[in-house]
C-alpha cells in the first residue's frame, strides 16, 4: 500500500467541526482511500472510504482533493466519544485484502 | 453490535506456556482473516494472513513456528503464541473482510496479552 502522513495529534473542541488531513502523494489510480479510528484499548472500526468524489456518511465526510494527493476526513461535531486514533490507509483492491497502519493522529477532544 | 468477536479479551499467562486466541466472524464467513500486534503507543502490525483451508501467510520477521495459525473454518480462525515469553506481551487484533474482496474491514475487539 502507498505510504500516507498524517500529523502526530489535533486538538479541538467539543462540538465544534474537526478536519483530519491526510497527504498521500504517492497514490495510484486503484488506491482507495479508507479511514479507520481507535479508541483506547479497542479493535479499529472503519469510518469511510472513498476513490474520487466526496464521500458522506452518519460518521464523518470525506472530502477527497481533486489531484487525489491529499484528503480531509471531516467529523461535523466532535464529541468526547471521537477522542481516538485516526488512520489514513490507502488499499490497493488489486492487492489484497490487508491494510497497512501508518502512526495515525491522535485526536483530543477538549470539554 | 459488533460482527467480529475475540477471545479472550485478556489473558496473563507464565513464561514458557502457549495461549490460545480465538477470532469469529459472528454474521458473515470469511475464507481470509488478518491478525495484527500492537505495542504500547504504537501502531497496529500486520503478523499475518489466516487463510481458511490452506497455511497462512506471515510478514516478515514473524515466527511462523512460534505463532501458530490455524483457520479451521469460515468463521473461525486462532492465533497460539507458543513458549510465550514477556516481550510477546502486547495486544492482539484479528481482522476479517466482510464479504467480497474490497471490502470494508471488520475488527475484532482485542486480546490483551501478558506474560510473567
Known amino acids: 500500500d502507498a505510504k500516507t502522513t498524517q500529523p502526530n495529534s489535533m486538538e479541538s473542541n467539543e462540538e465544534e467541526p474537526v478536519h483530519l488531513p491526510c497527504n498521500h502523494s504517492?497514490?495510484?489510480?486503484?488506491?482507495?482511500i479508507h479511514w479507520y479510528r481507535q479508541l483506547p484499548s479497542q479493535g479499529p472500526e472503519y469510518v469511510i472510504h472513498?476513490?474520487?468524489s466526496n464521500v458522506n456518511n452518519r460518521m464523518a465526510s470525506l472530502a477527497i482533493a481533486e489531484d487525489r494527493k491529499s484528503s480531509t476526513l471531516i467529523l461535523h461535531r466532535a464529541t468526547l466519544r471521537d477522542a481516538a486514533v485516526y488512520y489514513c490507509?490507502?488499499?490497493?483492491?488489486?492487492?489484497?485484502?490487508?491494510?497497512?497502519f501508518g502512526g495515525g493522529t491522535r485526536l483530543m477532544v477538549k470539554p | 453490535g459488533a460482527v467480529v468477536s475475540q477471545h479472550p479479551s485478556w489473558v496473563i499467562c507464565k513464561s514458557g506456556t502457549s495461549v490460545k486466541i480465538e477470532c469469529r466472524s459472528l454474521?458473515?464467513?470469511?475464507?481470509?482473516m488478518f491478525w495484527y500486534r500492537q505495542f504500547p503507543k504504537q501502531s497496529l502490525m500486520l503478523m499475518a494472513t489466516?487463510?481458511?483451508?490452506?497455511?497462512?501467510?506471515?510478514e516478515q520477521g514473524v515466527e511462523k513456528d512460534k505463532f501458530l495459525i490455524n483457520h479451521a473454518s469460515l468463521t473461525l480462525s486462532t492465533l497460539t503464541v507458543t513458549s510465550a515469553h514477556p516481550e510477546d506481551s502486547s495486544f492482539y487484533i484479528c481482522?476479517?473482510?466482510?464479504?467480497?474482496?474490497?471490502?470494508?474491514?471488520?475488527f475484532g475487539p482485542g486480546t490483551r496479552l501478558l506474560v510473567l
Open positions: 481482522s476479517a473482510p466482510r464479504s467480497h474482496p474490497g471490502d470494508t474491514q471488520y
Open positions: 504517492t497514490i495510484s489510480g486503484t488506491d482507495y
Open positions: 472513498g476513490l474520487t
Open positions: 490507509i490507502l488499499r490497493d483492491v488489486d492487492a489484497g485484502n490487508m491494510l497497512t
Open positions: 454474521d458473515f464467513q470469511a475464507t481470509t
Open positions: 489466516s487463510n481458511e483451508g490452506s497455511k497462512a501467510t506471515y
